[in-house]
């Protein structure tokens, strides 16, 4: 696609359930990030895809958070047993190396 | 550790009036410096960058930003405000150092316009 794609848009879930948000970055781009960025907060970032490299998941929050990605293209982040302080909107970003990074729409994802 | 600092959470500017946002950064080298703009709604939005060179760099919808080295600042700019520009504003910087152009970015700073 033309942009960065994220899904679902919206995530409503119960407490202690898991959720699954998807990224899909622009074609050829190699770095991929995630971000939370909490109501009237800034961005907080979680973690940060460069092609083959190890990721660095400097910035999860706790264990129950996890992300993937298959290769250079898709991106899942895994968050378990959600929790209230879990709602947030999700960001993706990709960007190829010594570039911009371009956003997605976020997923906003509210815990009940 | 890269860090980037917007010393103002809110500020308020009347329409036509001028607007400076600041923005520090803390980092061994000269990084790649960034400002994003995100609408009420709306993801965030580049509205210009800097990698080398000039130092003083022009953007979209009549930014500029000027990098100051001696004083690890990126503060961006525009001369007259439209009431649209109201806004949140994210500085960001990145080392891209051997490829690795880990963003970090600023809390952000918050433009009202008045009319």
């Known amino acids: 696609g033309a942009g960065v794609s994220q899904s679902p848009s919206n995530k409503v879930t119960e407490k202690g359930k898991d959720v699954e948000l998807r990224c899909d970055p622009i074609?050829?781009?190699?770095?991929l990030y995630w971000y939370r960025q909490r109501l009237g907060q800034g961005l907080e970032f979680l973690i940060y895809?460069?092609?083959?490299?190890?990721?660095?998941k400097s910035g999860l929050p706790s264990d129950r958070f996890s992300a993937e990605r298959t290769g250079e293209s898709v991106s899942t982040l895994t968050i378990q047993r959600t929790q209230q302080e879990d709602s947030a909107v999700y960001l993706c970003?990709?960007?190829?190396?010594?570039?911009?990074?371009?956003f997605g729409q976020g997923t906003r994802l509210t815990v009940v | 550790a890269q860090s980037v600092t917007q010393p103002d959470i809110h500020i308020t500017v009347s329409e036509g009036a001028s607007l400076e946002l600041r923005c520090n950064y803390s980092?061994?080298?000269?990084?790649?410096l960034f400002w994003y703009v995100q609408s009420p709604g709306q993801g965030l939005q580049l509205l210009l960058k800097?990698?080398?060179?000039?130092?003083l760099v022009q953007g979209i919808k009549g930014f500029e930003a000027e990098f100051k080295r001696s004083q690890s600042s990126f503060n961006l700019r525009k001369p007259s405000v439209h009431w649209s520009d109201a806004a949140e504003y994210f500085c960001?910087?990145?080392?891209?150092?051997?490829?690795?152009?880990?963003?970090?970015f600023g809390a952000g700073t918050r433009l009202a316009v008045h009319p």
């Open positions: 970003a990709s960007s190829l190396v010594f570039s911009e990074a371009f």
């Open positions: 895809f460069q092609g083959n490299s190890a990721p660095d």
């Open positions: 980092y061994g080298a000269t990084p790649y």
């Open positions: 074609s050829g781009h190699t770095a």
């Open positions: 960001a910087v990145a080392p891209f150092s051997g490829g690795y152009n880990k963003l970090i």
């Open positions: 800097y990698f080398s060179g000039d130092t």
